[in-house]
């Protein structure tokens, strides 16, 4: 079965920075991309980053870019998302997400993780 | 980038009934289209993708059909447990992004 486990959130200042954590099991943990998705609770669905199964290549959102950098250790099936120069819209429930298909990060996400809640506030 | 529209914004439909979601992109996504289930306090689960395809364990009642610029997700013989928001996604116009439509809410009548 496949599981995803964030952690890392917490309630922080704007312009701080955090790093976020997603453990993964069930899987082949180096075949598949990853995401990184947020949302404001009661909102929809905001697509964050995207890293490549060998960690090669990365994609942002707009709003991100510059700021998050995405990376993973295959060594220990993890994956990571680190926040810089973090602003008050940046308050969301951060998931990570498993790609539909192997080697291909472009498709669907088949498997989430509980998410972990990022505040950000002075 | 490639903005998903969904309506109606909440449904309200008795169990038993049929629902018909409908979901529109703001240019063409082919059949680069998922839909996910969402209830309170749990992650999005995989419904649909390639705007038809049944992800692994999701029931027969669930179907998804369109292609293009127009998408319906259907679901037939509403049960409890169907009771929640869904979302469609495109996932065609990347790296720019995978935006996600803002919900529509399936409400017991």
């Known amino acids: 079965e496949v599981q995803l486990v964030e952690s890392g959130g917490v309630v922080i200042q704007p312009g701080g920075s955090l790093r976020l954590s997603c453990a993964a099991s069930g899987f082949t943990f180096d075949d598949y991309a990853m995401h990184w998705v947020r949302q404001v609770p009661g909102k929809r669905l905001e697509w964050v980053s995207l890293?490549?199964?060998?960690?090669?290549?990365?994609y942002y959102a707009d709003s991100v870019k510059g700021r998050f950098t995405i990376s993973r250790d295959n060594s220990k099936n993890s994956l990571y998302l680190q926040m810089n120069s973090l602003r008050g819209e940046d308050t969301a429930l951060y998931y990570c997400?498993?790609?539909?298909?192997?080697?291909?990060?472009?498709?669907?996400?088949?498997?989430w993780g509980q998410g972990s809640l990022v505040t950000v506030s002075s | 980038e490639i903005v998903m529209t969904q309506s109606p914004a909440t449904l309200s439909v008795s169990p038993g009934e049929r629902a018909t979601l409908s979901c529109r992109a703001s240019q063409s996504v082919y059949i680069n289209l998922a839909w996910y289930q969402q209830k309170p306090g749990q992650a999005p689960r995989l419904l649909i993708y390639?705007?038809?395809t049944r992800a692994t364990g999701i029931p027969a009642r669930f179907s998804g059909s369109g292609s293009g610029t127009e998408f319906t997700l259907t679901i037939n013989s509403l049960q409890s447990e169907d009771f929640a928001v869904y979302y469609c996604q495109q996932y065609n116009n990347w790296p720019q992004g995978y935006t996600f439509g803002q919900g529509t809410k399936l409400e017991i009548k």
């Open positions: 890293i490549g199964w060998d960690g090669f290549s990365t």
């Open positions: 390639g705007a038809s």
């Open positions: 997400a498993k790609a539909h298909e192997p080697r291909d990060g472009f498709n669907a996400f088949d498997s």
